[in-house]
């Protein structure tokens, strides 16, 4: 390994321990806000190429991720939203 592998190892230990310390000062309620609009992105993206390849503007080859980003899409966006109500109930 030598001293060069060494000297990298202790910094990626370093800024690992910085960058796991910066997400766990982050609150839960950004993660879930981040995961909300991601999947309404997914959802929206996927419709509107579905709607191309029904148009035959694009090719029939990625229909099924359209499918699956519409489907993981909504199951993201409900979880989340299921769990920003229960972020928000707890604030009162």
Not at 10 to 16: E, F, P
Not at 23 to 35: D, F, K, V
Not at 55 to 66: E, M, N, T
Not at 67 to 90: K, P
Request: hydrophobic fraction near 60%; glycine fraction near 10%; charge should be positive.
């Amino acid at each position: 390994m030598g001293i060069f592998g060494f000297i990298l190892l202790i910094i990626y230990n370093v800024l690992w321990a910085r960058a796991a310390d910066f997400l766990r000062s982050i609150p839960g309620s950004i993660y879930i806000a981040i995961i909300l609009g991601l999947s309404i992105a997914a959802v929206v993206c996927g419709g509107i190429d579905l709607q191309r390849i029904k148009k035959r503007l694009s090719i029939k080859k990625g229909r099924i991720f359209d499918i699956l980003a519409i489907a993981l899409g909504a199951v993201a966006f409900l979880v989340s939203a299921i769990l920003m109500s229960g972020e928000i109930i707890s604030l009162f």
